[in-house]
């Protein structure tokens, strides 16, 4: 079990009551019966926002969230039974949290002319803003609780009591959580931040939302650790040795961390809802574990998970539901970083399935049928080149060929006129060969094989006798 601990002690470091009142708390909405989708739009080639709420009616999704608070999409959500979640972008922090007018302004702007016929039930403030840590950033920190306080306030001096604030983090606001009893947040952020949140949280009766996905603990090393506890398939148990709970997957080790993290600040009972949590369909050739099959089976089990009734909860809370928004809607082509970050959809660009599932929870998770075994859940073991995908644009290729080159007189010396790798002559050839010798001289500095989407990872050697392309070796 050695290997199994230290594979629980990553989640130290890496990161995301049945109902809640309406008014006068005699109208209750009951969270527990229904899955949201997050439905987000960094892509080029995704459906407009008509086609993509039906697309989410079609998946029985109960409730939508937003990146933002876009005009088009909640007026065409008027016309539909979704429960709506929006976002104060962070860039909007600290003037809707120093200025009452600017908070009056945004609810004016997108709350009212929408409310109540598209069904808005919570604004998120911000997204994950204690991640980032720079000057600017701790900006914003001070001032994330005063703008959920002052958006409260303008929806109450509206009339609206029946949309609860909040914001969600990531799972990098605790300092320890291994166990889930040691779960601790990070010092910095405790007094400054965390505790005025709880304070308001707990005062609204909110949710503390939480960004959090197994797949990035499980995913550090793969070989050692048990890929059934992260899909909710495993037999075997862990117990807590400080609480004596029992777990029997990753995702309630994950959200008990949190409670235990906030019932040591005095805040035992704020109700906890995910705000993202999934498991990717692909991603780079280095990314153990993300494909179709897995994102399946961890998405069909989590939606049988937190659509039983009654509910189950966690072992820290027993029969508590949890609201719980998938991620995502689409395949997003245009987001930065590995491959994993684009192959989060439920749906591909064009609308149809990555794979089949049921948001209502009421199919059986063994009807869906068999999928074939996967093949990256071990760690593949090669060389990897970068190289340009199918058809990149020539001019596009020719900025990045440029960027490729710039940084490093070694990179790219081997495509001076009369040098190995100058023939053929053509910018494809020419980027790709300056794409893997990139990528294999900086990835140690984070670099990826991306290259505003112009670039792929392949295992097939793309050089000839004469030219020798540069790889990676995993």
């Not at 591909?348 to 063994?366: A, H, K």
Request: some cysteine; proline content about 7%; charged content about 15%.
């Amino acid at each position: 079990m050695a290997s199994f601990a230290l594979f629980l002690f990553t989640l130290l470091v890496l990161s995301s009551s049945c109902c809640y009142a309406i008014g006068n708390n005699k109208t209750l909405l009951s969270l527990a019966s229904r899955i949201g989708i997050n439905y987000g739009r960094l892509g080029n080639n995704l459906p407009s926002p008509y086609q993509s709420i039906n697309l989410i009616k079609s998946l029985k999704a109960g409730h939508v969230k937003l990146y933002d608070a876009d005009p088009e999409t909640l007026k065409l959500l008027s016309q539909t039974n979704l429960y709506v979640t929006i976002m104060v972008p962070n860039n909007q922090i600290i003037s809707v949290g120093s200025d009452k007018a600017a908070a009056d302004n945004w609810v004016n702007t997108n709350v009212l002319p929408y409310h109540p016929q598209t069904r808005i039930r919570f604004v998120l403030v911000g997204n994950e803003i204690l991640s980032y840590s720079s000057d600017q950033d701790k900006q914003i920190w001070s001032n994330l609780v005063p703008a959920m306080r002052k958006i409260v306030n303008s929806l109450r001096a509206r009339g609206i009591h029946n949309i609860k604030v909040g914001t969600p983090l990531a799972m990098d606001v605790l300092r320890s959580s291994f166990p889930p009893s040691s779960g601790t947040f990070r010092e910095e952020i405790t007094a400054p931040v965390i505790s005025p949140l709880l304070k308001f949280l707990n005062g609204t009766n909110s949710f503390f939302f939480l960004d959090v996905y197994p797949y990035f603990p499980w995913s550090t090393d793969p070989v050692n650790n048990h890929l059934d506890y992260a899909l909710f398939e495993s037999n075997s148990t862990y117990t807590d040795p400080q609480s004596g709970l029992v777990y029997t997957n990753l995702l309630d080790q994950m959200l008990d961390s949190v409670i235990f993290a906030m019932t040591k600040l005095g805040y035992p009972n704020i109700r906890l809802a995910i705000s993202e949590t999934g498991w990717p369909n692909a991603g780079d050739i280095d990314e153990t574990g993300a494909n179709v099959p897995n994102a399946a089976t961890y998405n069909r089990n989590l939606i049988k998970k937190m659509t039983a009734n009654p509910p189950l909860g966690t072992p820290a809370r027993r029969g508590s539901p949890i609201p719980t928004f998938l991620f995502s809607l689409f395949n997003e082509n245009q987001k930065p970083g590995s491959g994993t970050e684009r192959h989060w959809g439920i749906l591909n660009p064009d609308g149809t399935r990555i794979y089949e599932i049921d948001f209502s929870g009421t199919r059986q998770v063994n009807s869906f049928g068999s999928m074939p075994k996967p093949s990256n859940n071990v760690p593949f073991k090669g060389n990897v080149w970068c190289v340009v995908v199918e058809g990149a644009s020539e001019a596009e290729l020719g900025q990045a060929l440029e960027f490729a080159c710039g940084r490093s007189n070694v990179t790219c010396a081997a495509l001076a006129p009369g040098r190995e790798c100058y023939a053929p002559v053509s910018v494809t050839w020419h980027a790709s060969y300056a794409f893997s010798s990139y990528w294999a001289q900086f990835r140690n500095q984070s670099s990826r094989c991306y290259f505003n989407g112009l670039a792929r990872e392949t295992t097939t050697n793309p050089g000839n006798e004469r030219c020798k392309f540069p790889s990676v070796s995993l």
